[in-house]
């Protein structure tokens, strides 16, 4: 106990920590959240629309070039700590209003 | 292990609640596989007689099938899709399909998805049409045997020729016409005897067919032939001794064998692992099918013991867990040797486990390596992290979650589409075109952005990127060069509005991106006419563009097709709704179970299905009279021909046996008949002579009576000259006596003038008599 109490893995053997930092950013803003391994995302994913003033169906938060659903973890999407969110608007598209 | 224990481990090796398939094409490849296993397993103790070369190349069948699609490792097996020939919903096909085929070669249907359009039908077409196909004809075999592996109609050459011939006599054929037919034939020809029993535990009710307490399902047709070992009487009923000592929770076990009783004299019984009596479906457990059979040394087996050639195979039970599984092999492992498995419940993996002979020859299992089955995909992410990203399997459209937003903007005909619906459908229609097995050659990426190159597989030669531009969708179909040769790449852009100028500007930035030389090139494609239809367009450049991919192509496929937006909106929302019907965990309901219709509208509903239902009995009874009348009269008709043909056997028969009499008969009588009338007509000629002679006679005696009657005529009137010259002169000499008569005059001169007279009288006398005459 000692020995690990010195290593600062408090988890009882478990590298990982317990907690993580995620960064999240749509090229204009970064923000930060720190959350537990097993806290879904969605959690993530409403603080940030929340605090961007956008709806949560008009965004798209990427991981690694892949779609964040609703129910992932970072446990389940193997995330380290300091990892990134990208943040991508919503892709609708009729026509070219600029032409 | 005694009977309990062993219940006990067989309860764990099938969870769930068993039922039986009582379905025909199930069953019959259930048969094909059945007598698989036994020609594999009877090579050493070959016993049969009749039908041994049958046998000998089958099993050859089944080697060269084996050393094609399954014998090479899993990173270098062959990728076989399912082909199935149908038009049917692939939801309906997978029905019927997934637990016979996939018991061959379950890994197809790991490629399987209810995106399955009509394209399966070219290949019926193009089998019909072409005199050559990509079936592997190499293997000969008499019998009409057809497996379905993959892109591959695996059949002899004998059985695509009528193939062929079925498909072009039948221009309208539909999956299951051709299916039974296919069916009808490999069992008419296939003469191998098997006793099939299918059982089925834990599985989603879509693929459950009679979900009732009946274990065993024995095939009738392929029994009762010379090398079939039956089941002896003794064994069935120690079998039933033991039954009552079972717990009650086996009934199911018990039901099974009384089902089977009725087959009792032609099939063994087979062996089936008792069911617990919950009635819970849990979705996320897997099928097991479970096939199996009695080998000649197991007749006086113990009927708990496992039977020695049961092959135990894992399915998933939903599209979902079947998309996202990758069930590998589990029946033939070692070509033609082939030994029985049984299914080994691991933490992450099931393993097919050799089951060591009634003998106890478990030297045998040990030549035998297991084959491990991977567990569905859907079981192994919520068990762990190990499969991080299932990209768009449709159980909940992978990491695209579409929702009834998405949904009603598919309805909308001037919706605007979003990268939900790009990424969705382009994903159903790499599953269309490719069933899974996407080349390596292909790259199809997400819309949101441009894939990273140096991530990209090097076999990639051509990347597909949705291009989204203020508010615009356009497709990016982008050949990337080989041996960093810049002149080897190019950009193509595929826009419905080729004149903005903001997608070509994206389309050069991902050139050089991509370090291609030279310029994008416009293609030319499809336009759209209104400012709502360029994300559907999209998808329709991506499609024709899949449609006519190789993997060696090198140029740019031709785009310029018509298309219509309306038509292309309604399949991608029928594709949406299949989806999501196929889908247990979708969170999208459809409009149907969404908004229910007023009462009022119910009973509209009602009354105008009312009122249809009573006009078409009517109909109905209407049209059953014309057809009763239409029968009694063709009877009636039936009946006088019948009257008719009898009298004309009757005189044919009478003809025949008085023909020649009656000829001669007749001829006599014509022949009488002319000599009569020849005798009539000489008669006729005589008396037409004589009426001749009479004739002139007549004309004779006519100028005589004429000549006469002038003479007469002549006489008459010379005597009444006479007379009125005497009378003149008797006058005169009369006149101054005024006597009348010689008897007044006494004198004799007088007297003598009397005598004249009498002569004039005399002669007018003759002559009138001539004349009268």
Sequence with gaps: MADNAENGTPGGGDDQPEHLNIKVTDNNNEVFFKIKRSTKLEKLMNAFCERQGKTPHSVRFLFEGQRVQKTDTPETLDMADGDTLEVHQEQIGGFSEGK | ?773
Excluded at chain 2, 111 to 120: Q, Y
Excluded at chain 2, 526 to 531: F, I, L, P
């Design chain 2, 1 to 773: 292990m005694t009977p309990n224990t062993h219940s006990q481990a067989s309860k764990k090796n099938v969870p769930g609640p068993e039922v039986a398939i009582a379905r025909r094409p199930r069953l019959c490849l259930a048969d094909q596989i059945s007598a698989l296993v036994q020609e594999a397993t009877r090579q050493s103790e070959e016993s049969g007689t009749a039908s041994r070369k049958q046998r000998s190349i089958f099993s050859k069948l089944v080697k060269r099938c084996n050393e094609r699609f399954a014998a090479a490792p899993p990173s270098q097996r062959e990728p076989v899709a399912l082909y199935i020939y149908t038009l049917f919903p692939g939801e309906a096909t997978d029905r019927v399909l997934r637990p016979t085929v996939s018991a061959v070669f379950s890994h197809h249907f790991s490629r399987l998805s209810p995106t399955i359009s009509g394209r399966l039908r070219q290949f019926v077409n193009t089998c019909a049409s072409a005199k050559t196909t990509s079936t592997a004809r190499h293997i000969a075999s008499p019998w009409d045997v057809y497996l379905l592996f993959g892109h591959r109609l695996v059949t002899s050459a004998q059985a695509l020729k009528r193939l062929n011939k079925l498909v072009r006599s039948h221009p309208g054929i539909s999956f299951p016409d051709f299916y039974t037919a296919v069916l009808d034939k490999a069992r008419s020809r296939l003469r191998l005897n098997a006793s099939v029993a299918i059982t089925v535990g834990s599985a989603q009710p879509m693929y459950i067919l009679e979900p009732k307490d009946i274990n065993v399902v024995v095939d009738s047709y392929f029994n009762g032939h010379d090398n079939l070992p039956m089941m002896e009487e003794d064994s069935e009923t120690s079998a039933g001794s033991e039954e009552e000592d079972v717990p009650e929770d086996q009934n199911n076990m018990k039901a099974s064998r009384n089902v089977y009783s009725r087959y009792e004299d032609e099939s063994p019984p087979l062996e089936t692992t008792p069911s617990p009596q919950s009635s819970v479906m849990d979705p996320k457990s897997s099928v097991s099918v479970e096939i199996g059979r009695l080998a000649p040394a197991a007749r006086n087996h113990d009927p708990e013991t496992p039977s020695p050639l049961q092959l135990f195979h894992n399915l998933p039970s939903s599209p979902a867990d079947t998309l996202s599984s990758d069930i590998s092999l589990g029946l033939f492992s070692k070509g033609a040797e082939v030994s029985p498995f049984r299914i080994s419940p691991g933490h992450n993996t099931h393993t097919l486990v050799p089951v060591a002979g009634p003998a106890g020859d478990s030297a045998a299992a040990k030549e035998h390596t297991p084959i491990n089955t991977t567990m569905p995909a859907a079981k192994k992410k919520a068990e762990g992290k190990s499969k991080r990203f299932d990209l768009f399997h449709v159980g909940s459209f992978g990491r695209v979650e579409l929702t009834a937003r998405d949904r009603a903007v598919l309805v909308d005909p001037s919706g605007w589409l979003n990268d939900h619906h790009i990424d969705w459908y382009n994903h159903c229609l790499l599953e269309q075109y490719f069933y899974g097995n996407k080349p390596a050659t292909l790259h199809l990426s997400s819309c949101l952005r441009f894939p990273n190159l140096n991530k990209l597989p090097k076999t990639v030669v051509w990347v597909v990127h949705p291009l989204w531009t203020s508010k615009h969708w356009s497709v990016v179909f982008v050949r990337l060069p080989r041996n960093d040769e810049p002149d080897d790449g190019a950009v193509f852009l595929a826009n419905s509005l080729p004149n903005m100028s903001q997608p070509l500007a994206k389309a050069t930035e991902i050139m050089a991106a991509c370090k291609v030389d030279g310029h994008v090139t416009v293609v030319d494609c499809a336009r759209q006419t209104n400012g709502d239809d360029c994300g559907v367009l999209t998808t329709h450049f991506i499609d024709l563009f899949l449609a006519q991919y190789s993997e060696n192509m090198f140029t740019m496929p031709d785009l310029h097709h018509p298309a219509n937006p309306t038509l292309l909106r309604r399949r991608m929302l029928f594709q949406f709704d299949q989806a999501v019907r196929a889908d247990p965990f979708a969170s999208v309901q459809l409009p149907h179970s969404r908004s229910s219709p007023s009462l009022s509208e119910l009973a509209a509903k009602i009354e105008n299905f009312t009122k249809v239902a009573g006009d078409a009995q009517v109909a109905n009874e209407q049209t059953r009279e014309a057809q009763h009348s239409d029968v009694r009269l063709g009877r009636e008709d039936e009946q006088q021909g019948e009257l008719r043909m009898e009298f004309s056997l009757d005189k044919l028969r009478r003809a025949r046996t008085n023909g020649p009499i009656g000829y001669d008969g007749d001829i006599r009588a014509a022949r009488a008949e002319i000599q009569d009338i020849l005798d009539g007509q000489e008669q006729a000629a005589e008396k037409v002579q004589l009426a001749r002679w009479r004739l002139s006679c007549v004309e004779e005696a006519e100028g005589i009576a004429t000549a006469v009657v002038e003479g007469v005529a002549n006489v008459v009137d010379q005597g009444l000259r006479r007379l009125d010259g005497l009378s003149e002169v008797r006058t005169k000499e009369m006149l101054p006596t005024l006597s009348v008569g010689p008897e007044v005059s006494k004198e004799g001169e007088v007297v003598g003038k009397k005598r004249p007279r009498d002569e004039d009288d005399k002669e007018t006398r003759a002559a009138k008599r001539v004349w009268q005459g």
